[in-house]
């Protein structure tokens, strides 16, 4: 055949450059096997870590930092010892002895009242109820103390004991028990109930978590109230050992009039609703709250002062009375609701702002209405309008993306949450981008693959019409010999015809002579 001969050139040109090739790639090869079982090996440069010389050649490549990024590096990381939950300074008190460990985690649970994990903001906290009153402090200096004692006891996670989140509990359970006392200060035995009862919300706060962690929730301050109420309703007004303050239902109009409002009271409102969280009325207690907020995160401290100015709207819509207004009852919860829903338990974006917003208002008018049924039993509204709006708006779901809920293991405070959000934001577009390359690439593949079949479509078609053309022209050459055959069959009879005449001649003359 014609293709032979260039066939078997290719194919001793391809055995010669394969075996070109082999010799020359060997000692490579060698070498790359060889090194695993080597201790020491002394290859050359080119062989020893590509990818570390890789490494080396990018980062000698990258820009160094220019003397604005290395100040800007510098001064977050000198806010982070103090700010944010101060995660250095927690690292370096685990190496600390227990006593000093115990009064951190004792300024971070006064501070988890306002969901502030900073132990800076805890001790300004307590140097605000200091301010207050004496005796209050002490009563939740023993509450938070307790309590975090209970924790240890009950051997409850260590983690959570030193992020204060068995003290905040204890410290608002001793400073309510002062608060509504009705023997006032320095009522020692008061101490005893205030002890007990802290020891206890540990035990109710771990109840409560395995119910709520079925649908990821937190258990906010659902202990204290529970303790709380408890103590007033086993002591009551009427006791002589522990009597409350009478708290009774209103029983006539009050007297509103809108010329006798007092618009100085009503802005110092808003400082003495955020100091009503630890029940103190005096506005600069709150004011030294808001600094122990804005401290720790000003997402915390802008929300808190705006859902106290909200309690403050709603008073006024609701025409409570002005009195309740300036005292800051209307602002405490809704101080609460504002920032465990603006950004803390939630991805702060603006519709998570206006949701914390709906949620104060909504929260305004739970108060009031919860204040206004548990008046008829005696007992103040403490934190359930809270706790209630809180879970809530904390169990609504949304097909939107920029309402996003942080899981509760990854909650820390505002801005760290935020960063959280944005990295799965991004890494979210790395994967759809990723996702869309990979579509692309594979309907480009099907492309491709359509446009080989197509061609080997056509191809095949080719072969068959060559093949049929093929089988039509060795039918035609097979008819023609065919009649060539045909028309040589006669000239040959015919020829055989006459050499049997002759030799039939022969034979006649041949008698006929022997004859004659």
């Known amino acids: 055949m014609p293709g032979s001969h260039c066939t078997k050139d290719i194919q001793k040109n391809i055995n010669c450059s394969t075996s070109a090739a082999s010799t020359t790639t060997s000692p490579s090869t060698t070498l790359f096997e060889l090194q695993p079982l080597m201790a020491q090996s002394d290859l050359p440069s080119e062989y020893v870590n590509p990818q570390e010389n890789k490494k080396e050649e990018e980062a000698a490549m990258q820009p160094k930092p220019t003397t604005q990024q290395r100040s800007r590096a510098c001064f977050l990381k000198g806010v982070s010892y103090f700010a944010g939950d101060m995660e250095p300074f927690a690292k370096w008190m685990e190496k600390q002895f227990f006593l000093l460990q115990l009064l951190d985690w004792v300024l971070r649970g006064a501070a988890q009242v306002m969901f502030v994990n900073n132990p800076l903001s805890g001790l300004i906290i307590f140097g605000g109820l200091i301010l207050q009153n004496y005796w209050w402090a002490l009563n939740g200096f023993v509450g938070t103390l307790f309590a975090t004692i209970s924790a240890l006891i009950l051997q409850q996670n260590r983690g959570a004991i030193a992020g204060g989140l068995y003290g905040y509990n204890g410290i608002l359970v001793g400073l309510l028990m002062a608060v509504f006392s009705n023997k006032g200060n320095w009522y020692w035995w008061l101490l005893l109930p205030n002890i007990f009862m802290s020891m206890m919300c540990p035990i109710v706060s771990s109840a409560l978590a395995s119910i709520n962690s079925r649908w990821d929730l937190p258990v906010f301050t659902l202990p204290f109230n529970i303790l709380v109420c408890l103590h007033m309703v086993a002591t009551g007004h009427y006791n002589h050992h522990f009597p409350q303050v009478l708290i009774q239902p209103r029983s006539e109009l009050p007297n509103i009039t809108w010329a006798e409002i007092d618009v100085a009271k009503l802005f110092m409102s808003v400082p003495v609703g955020i100091g009503q969280v630890y029940g103190c009325d005096n506005p600069w207690t709150g004011g030294m709250f808001i600094i122990s907020l804005f401290i720790s995160s000003p997402i915390t401290c802008a929300h808190a002062v705006l859902g106290s100015a909200v309690g403050m709207v709603s008073g006024l819509a609701l025409a409570a009375p002005f009195g309740d207004i300036y005292f800051g009852l209307w602002g405490y919860n809704c101080v609460l609701a504002c920032i465990a829903i603006g950004g803390m338990f939630y991805a702060l974006t603006w519709q998570v702002h206006l949701l914390a917003i709906t949620c104060a208002f909504f929260c305004a008018y739970l108060g009031s209405a919860i204040a206004n049924i548990m008046s008829n039993f005696g007992l103040p509204a403490c934190t359930w309008p809270f706790c209630l709006s809180a879970l809530t708006f904390l169990l609504l779901t949304t097909g939107t993306n920029r309402i996003f809920k942080l899981p509760l293991a990854k909650v820390t405070y505002p801005e760290k949450n935020l960063r959280f959000f944005w990295k799965l934001e991004k890494q979210e577009k790395l994967e759809k981008a990723e996702k869309e390359k990979k579509e692309r690439e594979e309907q480009q593949k099907a492309i491709e693959d359509e446009v080989i079949l197509n ?30 055959v045909e028309d040589h069959v006669p000239v040959v009879e015919q020829k055989d015809t006459e050499e049997e005449e002759v030799k039939l001649n022969d034979q006649i003359e041949v008698t006929l002579a022997d004859y004659v």
């Open 455 to 484: 061609e080997k479509e056509k191809l095949r078609l080719e072969l068959e019409r060559m093949e049929e053309g093929r089988g039509a022209g060795d039918e035609s050459e097979g008819e023609n010999d065919k009649t060539q």
